[in-house]
């Protein structure tokens, strides 16, 4: 049965086309993999079928009855609400029927005979509606979600008090509270620590409904889904399968299309041959115009076009002192500590990754380690000739400028060649280069920042959740990029499958915390 369909969709931004004709179905209990590389168009194209985007061109059709549940990366929260008053919305619709059931009970003495029957039907019709929802068990639902996401020392804390990170988690705690018939999912693994992604991933494999999910993190997204739709080059493709059958098919493909294209072309070289020394002849000018139509009836298949790789690599500047830095019974936080006296040492090529929990303070470690905010207790000695470059987890303006102006702007005495060229190796093409940064995806906003972070020289690099919102591609070539980086690496991440392959020591903050985990 499908609970989905859309049917001829075009749509674009300006004189750049995100899809061209587009067909898809969602069919009931799918669980599909939305993939593609940044820029592509995969949370727009969920901005359509939610109907917050109208499309060009096209249609949107829902089958009817069904309640879609929708996270985005760009949601917010209503400031002055606990994390607690925010999850316990999921069951508004609940407690919309308990304040009618009490009104009605409340006006009952004002009624008449026939008025208090229709009510009595309707307080019975409510009451059964809460108690088979479980109504008087809310509070119970909301503490085991909280603890499953790691929300449990923020339930009753302001959401506008809490990181980036928190407040993605509470969204997406909601939404699994109100149990939609759908689910779409817009990276949701991002700023979820292991432990947390492990429970998202039990819960979908035992999700009965469909859902959307569109991630970059392969293993995770394997785990859960059995259809990949592929979103490349205003198309988007069904494969039945995980993400590696997908790549398998789409290279088998790409090699299929390659060589008729060859073949078409050899074909075509033949016949323009043919032509050209036949049609002067009047003995031969008949064949020389059969072989004229045969030509122009030709439909030249069109390769897959690959978008630009990103290619990153970062300028080493002289060589640091031995000690990059050390801790000596450091406490961390603001105005309350995050953590336990913090003994480190960190020195000269060394390649450290944080790990932990959400908001138990690796980013303020991070922070005051580099000196950016100081420690409450305890010194932090630096070592000498450091040239740091720091790659921040939130932006929260984006530029209204354009990519290529922001990036001209860090680079002032480049020419227009030399920044093109720098950014075009950051993976993006012409349109994202000449867009402005604050509509570019978080995906491609990245590219541009590690682009920037690449290009001054740096013996010292740190990087708080670098992967967040990049792609396979560029995962895989900042992976590669940092192993061979000769400088030294301090890193905060949550994908294991990338800090594992780069650090020479982990660190799970975790064991100095004063979070209650």
């Given at each position: 049965?499908?609970?989905?369909?859309?049917?001829?969709?075009?749509?674009?931004?300006?004189?750049?086309?995100?899809?061209?004709?587009?067909?898809?179905?969602?069919?009931?209990?799918?669980?599909?993999?939305?993939?593609?590389?940044?820029?592509?168009?995969?949370?727009?194209?969920?901005?359509?079928?939610?109907?917050?985007?109208?499309?060009?061109?096209?249609?949107?059709?829902?089958?009817?009855?069904?309640?879609?549940?929708?996270?985005?990366?760009?949601?917010?929260?209503?400031?002055?609400?606990?994390?607690?008053?925010?999850?316990?919305?999921?069951?508004?619709?609940?407690?919309?029927?308990?304040?009618?059931?009490?009104?009605?009970?409340?006006?009952?003495?004002?009624?008449?005979?026939?008025?208090?029957?229709?009510?009595?039907?309707?307080?019975?019709?409510?009451?059964?509606?809460?108690?088979?929802?479980?109504?008087?068990?809310?509070?119970?639902?909301?503490?085991?979600?909280?603890?499953?996401?790691?929300?449990?020392?923020?339930?009753?804390?302001?959401?506008?008090?809490?990181?980036?990170?928190?407040?993605?988690?509470?969204?997406?705690?909601?939404?699994?509270?109100?149990?939609?018939?759908?689910?779409?999912?817009?990276?949701?693994?991002?700023?979820?620590?292991?432990?947390?992604?492990?429970?998202?991933?039990?819960?979908?494999?035992?999700?009965?409904?469909?859902?959307?999910?569109?991630?970059?993190?392969?293993?995770?997204?394997?785990?859960?889904?059995?259809?990949?739709?592929?979103?490349?080059?205003?198309?988007?493709?069904?494969?039945?399968?995980?993400y590696y059958e997908f790549e398998r098919r789409y290279e088998e493909k790409k090699k299929q299309l390659e060589s008729l294209?060859?073949?078409?072309?050899?074909?075509?070289?033949?016949?323009?041959?043919?032509?050209?020394?036949?049609?002067?002849?009047?003995?031969?000018?008949?064949?020389?115009?059969?072989?004229?139509?045969?030509?122009?009836?030709?439909?030249?298949?069109?390769?897959?076009?690959?978008?630009?790789?990103?290619?990153?690599?970062?300028?080493?500047?002289?060589?640091?002192?031995?000690?990059?830095?050390?801790?000596?019974?450091?406490?961390?936080?603001?105005?309350?500590?995050?953590?336990?006296?913090?003994?480190?040492?960190?020195?000269?090529?060394?390649?450290?990754?944080?790990?932990?929990?959400?908001?138990?303070?690796?980013?303020?470690l991070l922070k005051s380690l580099i000196g950016e905010i100081p420690a409450l207790s305890g010194c932090v000695e630096k070592?000498?000739?450091?040239?740091?470059?720091?790659?921040?987890?939130?932006?929260?303006?984006?530029?209204?400028?354009?990519?290529?102006?922001?990036?001209?702007?860090?680079?002032?005495?480049?020419?227009?060649?030399?920044?093109?060229?720098?950014?075009?190796?950051?993976?993006?093409?012409v349109k994202q280069i000449e867009s402005r940064v604050y509509v570019l995806s978080g995906g491609e906003q990245a590219k541009?920042?590690?682009?920037?972070?690449?290009?001054?020289?740096?013996?010292?690099?740190?990087?708080?959740?670098?992967?967040?919102?990049?792609?396979?591609?560029?995962?895989?070539?900042?992976?590669?990029?940092?192993?061979?980086?000769?400088?030294?690496?301090?890193?905060?991440?949550?994908?294991?499958?990338?800090?594992?392959?780069?650090?020479?020591?982990?660190?799970?903050?975790?064991?100095?915390?004063?979070?209650?985990?």
């Amino acid at each position: 049965m499908s609970i989905l369909n859309v049917k001829n969709l075009s749509h674009g931004f300006g004189d750049r086309a995100i899809f061209e004709d587009v067909n898809f179905r969602l069919l009931k209990g799918e669980h599909i993999g939305f993939v593609g590389a940044n820029g592509e168009g995969k949370s727009t194209f969920m901005n359509i079928i939610t109907g917050s985007l109208l499309p060009d061109e096209g249609k949107v059709i829902w089958s009817k009855h069904h309640r879609v549940g929708y996270m985005d990366q760009h949601a917010v929260l209503e400031k002055g609400k606990t994390t607690r008053t925010s999850l316990s919305d999921a069951f508004k619709h609940l407690y919309d029927a308990e304040a009618e059931m009490n009104d009605l009970y409340n006006r009952m003495g004002e009624m008449d005979a026939d008025e208090m029957n229709e009510a009595l039907e309707r307080t019975a019709e409510l009451q059964d509606t809460l108690d088979h929802s479980d109504f008087y068990m809310i509070d119970v639902k909301v503490d085991e979600l909280a603890q499953g996401l790691g929300l449990t020392d923020l339930l009753e804390k302001d959401v506008s008090d809490l990181s980036g990170g928190q407040r993605t988690k509470i969204l997406l705690g909601k939404l699994l509270l109100e149990k939609p018939d759908i689910l779409l999912l817009d990276e949701p693994t991002n700023y979820l620590d292991e432990d947390h992604i492990e429970w998202l991933k039990t819960y979908l494999q035992n999700y009965e409904n469909a859902f959307i999910l569109i991630s970059h993190d392969v293993p995770f997204m394997n785990s859960v889904i059995n259809i990949i739709y592929h979103v490349n080059s205003l198309n988007i493709d069904r494969y039945v399968g995980d993400y590696y059958e997908f790549e398998r098919r789409y290279e088998e493909k790409k090699k299929q299309l390659e060589s008729l294209y060859n073949a078409q072309m050899a074909e075509a070289v033949k016949l323009k041959d043919f032509i050209a020394k036949k049609k002067a002849n009047v003995a031969t000018s008949g064949q020389a115009k059969s072989r004229q139509k045969k030509l122009e009836k030709m439909e030249i298949v069109e390769k897959i076009q690959e978008k630009p790789k990103p290619k990153f690599d970062f300028l080493l500047s002289r060589t640091s002192g031995k000690l990059i830095v050390e801790a000596k019974d450091m406490v961390i936080g603001y105005e309350e500590p995050l953590s336990s006296p913090i003994n480190l040492l960190i020195e000269r090529g060394a390649k450290v990754a944080f790990i932990g929990s959400n908001g138990i303070g690796k980013s303020t470690l991070l922070k005051s380690l580099i000196g950016e905010i100081p420690a409450l207790s305890g010194c932090v000695e630096k070592g000498e000739f450091q040239e740091i470059g720091y790659f921040e987890q939130e932006i929260k303006n984006p530029s209204q400028k354009t990519c290529l102006e922001d990036f001209w702007d860090e680079f002032p005495s480049w020419n227009q060649a030399e920044v093109r060229a720098a950014l075009a190796r950051c993976g993006l093409g012409v349109k994202q280069i000449e867009s402005r940064v604050y509509v570019l995806s978080g995906g491609e906003q990245a590219k541009l920042r590690l682009g920037k972070l690449m290009n001054h020289e740096s013996n010292i690099l740190i990087l708080d959740e670098p992967t967040n919102h990049l792609d396979v591609d560029a995962k895989t070539e900042l992976r590669r990029a940092l192993q061979e980086y000769k400088g030294t690496v301090i890193m905060v991440s949550h994908e294991p499958e990338f800090y594992e392959r780069i650090a020479s020591e982990i660190i799970n903050c975790e064991d100095w915390t004063t979070k209650v985990l």
